[in-house]
């Protein structure tokens, strides 16, 4: 009778076990499951929010820009982005994990758009950071990108970011 309490118990407190997971590695598990260790292009739309035309046209767009800069901007569209709260953990998490961005130079750029929050939001390497500062990201998403979301111009909105951005990253 001992033994089999036991053995009960120590199945109990397994199981128990097995099933605890703290946030983190629930976001490392999701981060892992929908992007693995790469990005599928320059431009990852998990929402289908644009056409196959409008895709290739800005995977066109920057990859010829780091070619020509070694700069690399990303565009990363979630319909959400649970279990994150905040757009920026998000793509500082995607952004590590994709390895955007040179690592001597860590001058990585993505824009992230989670379309079930309508949040849009710029995440930077720490070499971009020095150039494009937080102000000035906000300020190209209220300004560039914002207004022509709201006309419905996903991908001029985005291809207006990614250009105002890339100007004033010099």
Request: charged share 30%.
């Given at each position: 009778?001992?033994?089999?309490?036991?053995?009960?118990?120590?199945?109990?407190?397994?199981?128990?076990?097995?099933?605890?997971?703290?946030?983190?590695?629930?976001?490392?598990?999701?981060?892992?499951?929908?992007?693995?260790?790469?990005?599928?292009?320059?431009?990852?739309?998990?929402?289908?929010?644009?056409?196959?035309q409008e895709i290739a046209e800005l995977d066109t767009f920057l990859r010829d820009?780091?070619?020509?800069?070694?700069?690399e901007c990303?565009?990363?569209?979630?319909?959400n982005i649970e279990p994150y709260e905040d757009i920026l953990e998000?793509?500082?998490?995607?952004?590590?994990?994709?390895?955007?961005?040179?690592?001597?130079?860590?001058?990585?750029?993505?824009?992230?758009?989670?379309?079930?929050?309508?949040n849009v939001g710029i995440s930077t390497g720490l070499g971009t950071e020095?150039?494009?500062t937080d102000s000035i990201c906000q300020t190209v998403i209220n300004e560039d990108i914002i207004p022509k979301f709201k006309d419905g111009k996903f991908h001029d909105g985005i291809l207006a970011g990614f250009t105002s951005l890339m100007n004033k990253w010099k």
């Open positions: 009778m001992h033994i089999r309490k036991l053995i009960v118990s120590l199945i109990l407190i397994l199981a128990f076990l097995g099933c605890k997971t703290s946030n983190k590695q629930t976001q490392e598990l999701n981060t892992t499951k929908l992007y693995g260790k790469q990005p599928i292009s320059y431009v990852n739309d998990y929402s289908d929010l644009l056409n196959e820009y780091e070619k020509r800069t070694t700069r990303i565009l990363v569209v979630m319909e998000f793509g500082k998490d995607i952004g590590n994990r994709l390895g955007v961005g040179k690592k001597e130079k860590d001058n990585g750029l993505m824009i992230i758009l989670d379309m079930s929050k309508r020095k150039v494009l």
